[in-house]
């Protein structure tokens, strides 16, 4: 699990008050589709757990703000993490290697829904397959809008907030996203 605790928690965030308990249950529910959007975004492993692993620790400096206010605020410190994170490899790899490129990536972690027969399991594993790869070749803009207002269910105000745009913003990079996405993926059909 990638939720931990701050090294030296306040009084009303100690690990025995309520409100760090429900901090915690937001970051372990939320853990899991972040890791997904960081690693979609940076496309490595590790870099992704380490994104999703800091702005969790961010977000316990938030605590006391209203449980209202922490998802489009943890995706707003995600975000910016993963910027970070991309700018800093960009910078690194053009120094390290020719095309950029961070080399093969690995196999898509995803387990099939338990009940699905083989063949429908392989169907789920290669429609996955091809959403995260139609999604990383979508701009980061397109693909941020459409992971937190489509996949996240984030309203446009919320999204907006995570991203640092307007509303209109959003709505724009969502549209292209779709059009772009049903281009990739209308011969999967």
Not at 11 to 36: C, K, V
């Amino acid at each position: 699990m990638l939720v931990s605790t701050a090294p030296s928690p306040s009084p009303e965030t100690s690990p025995s008050s309520p409100l760090a308990a429900t901090l915690d249950l937001f970051l372990a529910d939320i853990g899991p589709r972040a890791f997904r959007f960081a690693e979609a975004g940076l496309r490595h492993r590790e870099d992704a757990l380490d994104a999703v692993q800091d702005a969790m620790m961010k977000m316990l400096v938030y605590a006391d703000r209203p449980a209202a206010e922490w998802t489009p605020l943890f995706w707003s410190i995600l975000r910016r993490r993963i910027v970070d994170l991309q700018r800093r490899a960009g910078f690194r790899l053009r120094w390290l290697l020719p095309t950029g490129d961070r080399g093969e990536e690995g196999p898509v972690d995803w387990a099939p829904d338990h009940g699905a027969g083989p063949s429908q399991a392989h169907d789920q594993r290669e429609a996955y397959a091809r959403l995260v790869g139609a999604l990383r070749n979508l701009p980061a803009r397109q693909r941020e809008a459409f992971t937190l207002r489509v996949l996240e269910e984030l309203d446009v105000a919320d999204t907006a907030r995570a991203m640092g745009c307007s509303e209109g913003s959003v709505k724009t990079h969502l549209s292209r996203a779709r059009d772009a996405l049903q281009r990739q993926l209308e011969e999967f059909r």
